[in-house]
């Protein structure tokens, strides 16, 4: 295998390749008032690596690009891979390429493979049936709290500690690699991760299996400290939780006979499973508030 | 086979893949006020296939990430990405991804993709040994005299029809994707693309190889009106053209043994092959200049 020094990486291939390619800028999906280098660099190879999870597929290699200012110097470069790497030897994950660029704004794009020995080993979008249920790894709402929090309000609202796992969820997101194998494994018939946050995320799923998603909100697990943070800021917690981005935890549909298989599956990965939904036989999302009745504000977003 | 609208694209795999990442900066890799939307599209595909030909793999597919500004709009990115779909097609590669985000400066990422059956089908910058021949495809300076050109000096220098091949040849570089596969095939011991320059890039070949390489660099090759614009520029017309950067021409060792095959191969993919230098026991790179000696500025450059 060559790797970096040669004009491009060889590495052994599998029968399918699984291909994310995305880009981080600076003051649109980080801060370096908040973010150090590495946070930025771990961002960036996150955003990727949870995409192949969400494919199940088995995670590869990473090939990062740093368009970088002047006023970004080598030390900071190197921070900045170093975060990144920090997360791909936790994840099995090989940076085998890259390049650096001068630029007038920091931008990051990793591109992550993940590999398949069949199609039966991965699941897409558009595969949620009517009659599966709907799960939700994980909490939500924890990036999105984190998120406030860097903003420096809020400062008595939680315990430190709270906060700062709070923080660092918004700071250090992970990929849920072994969780989405797990639940491809264990039969899930959908499957996305959720970047934008579960009620965009929910509709792009609904639209690309071509059904509807009933969604009980109230339903969604938060994380310690979500709700507090949400109060504080004068939102509903649960509404505030799936429309917040940057969980990466995984959204999936499983058909009923798999439902056992798949929550064990994941529990097993360290990643507990919530039920809050099901699939139905019409088109796009219906978001289900705490009393049974359509969410406002929410309802039929993005319907398909 | 998923494309866009997943997660992740997934194509067939084979045994062995070659993945380069590649970006290009606005103001730094090119001038909104010279080049296109799709020149810049063409040309941040061609740097990635570039480094694919090198290796003498075969082209698979591309994944682009746009970071643009909001002055840039969608249909100038739509543009953008056209033209590097225009470049996709000539070349047999398929867009299969993307990602685009907002940003501060316009910067387009590509990781570009190739595939090879087994290692031996693949050609490093490592391979070059004692009694190799040094070939360089086409012809060189052609992007850099483009660049003169494109900055508006030197209007009379040239017939239209000259200029305008010049600043094609700066505006959509071509990546010898053929040719590299061709010399791959024809039992190249080494090969790297020709992007900063062949005083640079010999080096580079040189350095990994742990190999000494002499080039004279009067027998490089020379696009036609390179020579006119040099002059012109005040600039001894082989010096630029090894100096110049953006060719992507193919730098290539080949044992002596296999320099006949290799030339009617290169000549077959119409990039013709011209020999001028070869490799000794001895470590760097040594440029001879006109009369035999060595190139004053040149000499040593990048030494390893």
Same mark, same amino acid.
């Given at each position: 295998m060559r790797w970096i020094g040669d004009d491009a990486a060889v590495v052994r291939g599998r029968a399918l390749a699984v291909t994310s390619i995305d880009t981080v800028a600076e003051d649109v999906h980080f801060d370096l008032r908040t973010h150090s280098p590495a946070d930025v660099g771990w961002k960036a190879l =996150?955003?990727?690596l949870s995409d192949i999870a969400a494919m199940g597929a088995?995670? *590869? @290699?990473?090939?990062i690009s740093l368009a970088l200012t002047p006023a970004f110097d080598a030390a900071q470069a190197l921070e900045l891979v170093r975060g990144a790497e920090e997360l791909a @030897?936790?994840?099995? /994950?090989t940076l085998a390429g890259g390049d650096v660029v001068r630029s007038s704004a920091l931008v990051v794009t990793v591109a992550a493979s993940g590999w398949a020995d069949s199609e039966r080993e991965l699941v897409g979008r558009d595969g949620a049936r009517p009659g599966d249920r709907i799960g939700v790894t994980g909490a939500l709402g924890a990036s999105g709290?984190? &998120?406030l929090l860097s903003n420096g309000e809020l400062e008595d609202v939680l315990e430190p500690s709270d906060r700062q796992a709070l923080l660092r969820r918004h700071l250090r997101p992970e990929p849920r690699l072994r969780t989405g194998r797990a639940l491809a494994g264990a039969g899930a018939s959908a499957m996305i991760d959720l970047s934008d946050g579960l009620a965009t995320d929910a509709a792009h799923l609904a639209r690309q299996s071509a059904a509807? +998603?009933?969604v009980r909100v109230a339903e969604a697990p938060l994380a310690a400290g979500v709700e507090e943070v949400a109060v504080? =800021? *004068?939102? @509903? %917690?649960?509404?505030? =939780? !799936?429309? =917040?981005?940057?969980?990466? @935890? #995984? &959204? /999936? $549909? !499983?058909p009923p006979d798999r439902c056992d298989e798949a929550e064990r599956s994941a529990a097993e990965?360290?990643? %507990? #499973? $919530?039920? #809050?939904g099901e699939v139905g036989?019409?088109?796009? #999302? !219906? +978001? /289900?508030g705490p009393g049974g009745a359509p969410l406002i504000g929410l309802q039929g977003y993005e319907h398909a």
């Amino acid at each position: 295998m060559r790797w970096i020094g040669d004009d491009a990486a060889v590495v052994r291939g599998r029968a399918l390749a699984v291909t994310s390619i995305d880009t981080v800028a600076e003051d649109v999906h980080f801060d370096l008032r908040t973010h150090s280098p590495a946070d930025v660099g771990w961002k960036a190879l =996150a955003q990727g690596l949870s995409d192949i999870a969400a494919m199940g597929a088995r995670p *590869g @290699e990473a090939y990062i690009s740093l368009a970088l200012t002047p006023a970004f110097d080598a030390a900071q470069a190197l921070e900045l891979v170093r975060g990144a790497e920090e997360l791909a @030897e936790r994840e099995g /994950v090989t940076l085998a390429g890259g390049d650096v660029v001068r630029s007038s704004a920091l931008v990051v794009t990793v591109a992550a493979s993940g590999w398949a020995d069949s199609e039966r080993e991965l699941v897409g979008r558009d595969g949620a049936r009517p009659g599966d249920r709907i799960g939700v790894t994980g909490a939500l709402g924890a990036s999105g709290a984190g &998120l406030l929090l860097s903003n420096g309000e809020l400062e008595d609202v939680l315990e430190p500690s709270d906060r700062q796992a709070l923080l660092r969820r918004h700071l250090r997101p992970e990929p849920r690699l072994r969780t989405g194998r797990a639940l491809a494994g264990a039969g899930a018939s959908a499957m996305i991760d959720l970047s934008d946050g579960l009620a965009t995320d929910a509709a792009h799923l609904a639209r690309q299996s071509a059904a509807q +998603l009933t969604v009980r909100v109230a339903e969604a697990p938060l994380a310690a400290g979500v709700e507090e943070v949400a109060v504080a =800021a *004068g939102r @509903e %917690p649960h509404e505030f =939780a !799936v429309t =917040a981005g940057d969980d990466y @935890e #995984l &959204l /999936v $549909t !499983v058909p009923p006979d798999r439902c056992d298989e798949a929550e064990r599956s994941a529990a097993e990965s360290s990643a %507990p #499973l $919530t039920w #809050l939904g099901e699939v139905g036989g019409g088109r796009g #999302l !219906v +978001l /289900v508030g705490p009393g049974g009745a359509p969410l406002i504000g929410l309802q039929g977003y993005e319907h398909a």
